[in-house]
């Protein structure tokens, strides 16, 4: 039987624009053992109307899952949404039992310059300034840095720092990311007052998890 401790981490929302919700499929591409983990998991925390970002394990003498995860409806991931996807997702892996001594779970949310896993994640931050990391390099070149112009199924499309335009294959895509620039931040904050207004208006327990149960 193995065993597992917990920690959360709340860094704060990404844009936080409205979901795409016609990409209902659009998950995060794993492998290995991480695809297990987001297999496993994903259909309870859907159900609870939370999407993973990524699963990332670190270590392998007391190996860590690091669970990152969006909140379907956009508004931002708190304390209490990590709580709720901790205890979920902590049940269900205890049950599928991917490891067989001790181990650790971490959620967080994904924070301003987060990682670009999906499609949507693509689409929703265009307009802003990414880097990706190639698996293998890319017309001469593993890093990439510009601004985002587009996505589907197969490619990413950037503007270089230099002008060119590039569509990197999303298949060799080893990781991608946000940069953090005051654009970035500002739209963020933006976004975070709306949603905030929003709940004051409708009386909403600001931050509480969407399908929460209280004990």
């Known amino acids: 039987m193995s065993g597992r401790t917990s920690s959360l981490h709340s860094q704060g929302g990404g844009l936080n624009g409205p979901?795409?919700?016609?990409?209902?499929?659009?998950?995060?591409?794993?492998?290995?053992?991480?695809?297990?983990?987001?297999?496993?998991?994903?259909?309870?925390l859907s159900a609870m109307g939370y999407e993973i970002v990524r699963v990332l394990i670190q270590g392998k003498q007391t190996p860590t899952v690091q669970i990152m995860a969006d909140r379907a409806d956009g508004r931002p991931v708190g304390v209490a949404d990590c709580e709720a996807i901790s205890h979920a997702a902590g049940a269900v892996l205890d049950v599928d039992d991917p490891f067989t001594g001790e181990w650790n779970l971490e959620v967080s949310s994904p924070g301003i310059d987060r990682p670009l896993t999906r499609t949507k994640d693509w689409l929703r931050f265009a307009g802003h300034v990414a880097t990706a990391e190639m698996s293998i390099p890319f017309e001469g070149r593993r890093r990439f840095r510009g601004i985002?112009?587009?996505?589907?199924?197969?490619?990413?499309?950037?503007?270089?720092?230099?002008?060119?335009?590039?569509?990197?294959?999303?298949?060799?895509?080893?990781?991608?990311?946000l940069v953090l620039t005051d654009a970035l931040i500002a739209a963020t904050a933006a976004e975070a007052?709306?949603?905030?207004?929003a709940e004051d208006d409708s009386g909403e327990e600001p931050g509480r998890p969407p399908h929460a149960r209280r004990n």
């Open 148 to 177: 985002i112009l587009g996505a589907d199924e197969a490619v990413v499309r950037l503007r270089l720092e230099e002008g060119a335009e590039v569509a990197l294959p999303r298949t060799d895509i080893r990781r991608a990311k």
């Open 19 to 44: 979901p795409f919700l016609f990409l209902e499929d659009d998950l995060p591409q794993n492998e290995g053992l991480e695809a297990r983990i987001a297999a496993a998991i994903q259909p309870t």
């Open 193 to 197: 007052s709306r949603f905030q207004e």
